[in-house]
């Protein structure tokens, strides 16, 4: 009897912990800015190598951040786990349908070149190129002092009120490390919602809505970084 009811509560402590899981991924992530640059660093910086990395594919956030209490209400920390599951796969299902939509998007790459434009319009750093790896000794070797890092860590569209009104998001860490070192001399993590709230269904209907979307996105996202980083 005892080790039915130690059974019991592994197979409770999971189920709650999938729960806990599943909320968490509908809520806003903290965003803000963990290392700031400085006049004297900036001045120090003469060629910086931008490398954007995007290991997801697009994400779609409508039913899972429309979590209810009614799973959880009638069948208990099991009920909450359907639920949540149910609205995970619908998500999936939406995200699979606008695959062909993006799939010759390159969304690193879009802001490999977002970033490369800003920083030179701003005159920031003499020179910036997009470098192929995040190796600093190769970087180094190439002549850079800086290597500006970016991972996509989500992208795609987010419920942003109304039933199934999605626009643009962005989950974005990024960071500037100085060479040889490597020490991080501006750091950020950013999630940022950006567009018109539309009807999922629009985003579906027109591919060329979705790719304009996202990519004004990431241009909207490297100018408030690069002005971050150019004006400490």
């Known amino acids: 009897m005892a080790r039915a009811n130690c059974f019991w509560l592994l ?23 963990k290392a700031t640059m400085t006049g004297s660093d900036l001045a120090q910086i003469k060629k910086v190598g931008v490398f954007v990395a995007s290991p997801h594919q697009i994400s779609v956030r409508a039913a899972r951040d429309k979590m209810t209490n009614t799973g959880a209400a009638l069948f208990g920390l099991v009920g909450a786990a359907v639920e949540a599951g149910y609205k995970s ?85 990024s960071r500037l490390v100085t060479l040889p070192e490597g020490a991080v001399r501006w750091e950020r993590d950013e999630l940022m919602m950006d567009g018109a709230c539309r009807p999922i269904s629009e985003f579906q209907a027109d591919p060329e809505v979705l790719r304009s979307s996202v990519k004004s996105a990431i ?13 400490p």
Do not use: M, Y
């Open 11 to 33: 197979t409770l402590r999971k189920s709650f912990l999938f729960i806990i899981g599943a909320l968490l991924t509908g809520c806003v992530a903290t965003t803000g800015t």
């Open 219 to 231: 241009e909207t996202l490297a100018g408030r970084t690069v002005n971050e980083i150019a004006f």
């Open 89 to 173: 796969s619908k998500d999936s299902g939406h995200a699979d349908t606008l695959l062909s939509a993006v799939r010759n998007f390159d969304p690193a790459h879009e802001s490999a070149v977002a970033l490369r434009d800003r920083f030179a319009a701003a005159h920031v750093f003499q020179t910036v190129e997009i470098v192929a790896s995040d190796n600093r000794r190769a970087a180094e070797s190439a002549g850079f002092d800086a290597l500006f890092q970016q991972t996509i860590e989500e992208w795609g569209l987010r419920l942003c009120g109304g039933e199934d009104r999605v626009r643009v998001e962005l989950d974005v860490h």
